[in-house]
């Protein structure tokens, strides 16, 4: 496995100065920099080393891959068109750090709205290495290939189980729609990774105050919302909860958990994202608003549902739960595929399909035996899929973001892929040792005979 990895290295690596030339020379040594730093990090805190490698690897490689394939034959606008949006934004918005451009500041340098953050991330890369869409493609490829030992992490804290955790980094590392929508120049790949370390660092801080972690959850909280910021109180939320279900009955613990939630805030104000968050909570979190946003979605593309939906009062809004909810699994339904872009999805949306039963599995076995670990990734999952189901009226759309959950509901899938194991383990060894007492008792009689 090693030597093939290392082979497969050299040829991405290959791939990407020939076919990328000479934009792929500079965005492999960003690679190469930005992997190592990474491997160093996760092998430090693990006696898996050779797993975390070697899914970290793959992963980074079927990103890679697919990144080269977009790039070379011009795909972007048909995988993912937001790719083009980032880096003409980013490209202005350098142009006025420089003084290139005399365009309004207050359009291309506010940090208010939905992903900001991702125009002054391709800035910042476009002024150190020059302006480079592959280069930027390939930063985000490895954050995304970065997500899978990390998911690794994660699991392993909430479950104590090596397979449960082996299992859920490799169905992250290669399942498509995470390889597609992290091997991109786009926020959903970012977005996930950093879901998984906040998860992580409140699962670390439960156990015992860390300043370390501390401040990595800040970070990572920070560039949640600068990229996506609904989700933000989404992950407050879990985190909040986390802490309070997770309180003792010791005056030490309630004291050391509410420092952390105190010092908490007060990072968050420090870096703005308080303030940040109140003004796009008010600019566009209302129902009317999302109304229009979602009756857009439902009407503008061929790939639209509950266009008859208005989700602009309460009732609305519960209303169209069911319907936004089913959609949000489990679309795009094969029946319905409208386009070649919906039907390359088809054998992804059956194999998950398939998965759900052990999925709902593990669920139960989180609830029954794991509820105070599993409960970030619970509540989380849970209140994202309800929000998205409200205001999702679009099935490509859907389909994209529902990686945001699926990256926790791959922890439970992996657990129940691993109950469903050991209970045919266990009944396997029942059918041996039946036999054997079989065969014993047989012997025995045929020996007085």
């Known amino acids: 496995m090693d030597k093939l990895l290392i082979i497969l290295c050299f040829m991405a690596s290959v791939g990407m100065i020939v076919l990328v030339f000479p934009d792929g020379i500079v965005a492999l040594a960003l690679v190469l920099i930005l992997s190592a730093a990474a491997l160093f990090i996760f092998r430090k805190f693990t006696d898996e080393k050779q797993f975390v490698t070697q899914v970290f690897l793959l992963a980074l490689l079927l990103r890679i891959g ?33 003084g290139t451009t005399t365009e309004d500041p207050n359009r291309v340098a506010h940090m208010t709205g939905s992903g900001w953050g991702m125009h002054y991330l391709v800035a910042f890369l476009y002024l150190v290495f020059g302006k480079n869409i592959f280069l930027a493609q390939s930063f985000c490829a490895v954050f995304g290939a970065a997500t899978a030992p990390a998911v690794y992490y994660c699991a392993r804290k909430i479950f104590q189980n090596l397979n449960v955790a082996k299992t859920s980094a490799l169905a992250i590392a290669a399942f498509p729609s995470f390889v597609i929508w992290s091997g991109q120049l786009m926020k959903d790949g ?10 992580t660092m409140v699962l670390q801080l439960q156990e015992r105050f860390n300043y370390a972690a501390l401040v990595v959850l800040i970070l990572s909280l920070g560039g949640i919302i600068s990229l996506r910021f609904y989700i933000f109180y989404m992950v407050a ?16 613990s309630i004291l050391t958990r509410s420092a952390i939630l105190i ?35 439902a009407n503008s593309a061929e790939s639209g549902f509950g266009a008859d939906l208005d989700v602009s009062t309460t009732e609305g809004a ?10 949000l699994m489990f679309a795009p339904f094969p029946w319905e595929a409208a386009n070649f872009r919906q039907a390359i999805t088809i054998p992804e949306v059956l194999l998950w399909w398939a998965m759900i039963p052990l999925m709902l599995a593990g669920i139960l076995y989180a609830i029954k035996h794991r509820l105070r670990s599993a409960f970030p990734i619970l509540i989380f999952s849970l209140t994202l899929a309800l929000a998205y189901s409200i205001f999702q009226g679009n099935v490509g759309t859907a389909y994209r973001q529902r990686t ?5 509901l791959f922890i439970f899938i992996a657990v129940g892929w ?4 050991e209970r045919r383990e266990d009944k396997k060894n029942d059918r041996i040792n039946k036999r054997k007492e079989f065969e014993r008792k047989l012997r025995g009689r045929n020996k007085f005979e």
């Open 318 to 327: 519960l209303a169209a739960v069911p319907v936004g909810f089913v959609y």
């Open 237 to 252: 939320m879990a985190v909040v909860g986390s802490f309070i279900i997770g309180i003792s009955k010791s005056t030490q």
């Open 190 to 199: 970012l977005i996930i990774f950093l879901l998984v370390v906040a998860i």
């Open 263 to 297: 010092i908490m805030g007060v990072g968050l104000t420090y870096l703005g994202v308080i303030r940040n968050a109140g003004t796009d909570l008010d600019t566009y979190a209302n129902l009317e608003r999302i109304q229009v946003s979602r009756s857009d979605l």
């Open 418 to 421: 691993t109950i469903y194991k």
């Open 404 to 408: 945001q959950i699926q990256v926790f």
């Open 66 to 98: 697919v990144g080269i394939m977009l790039h070379v034959f011009d795909l972007r606008d048909f995988f993912g068109a937001d790719a083009t949006t980032y880096d003409y934004r980013g490209s202005r918005l350098l142009d006025f750090w420089t």
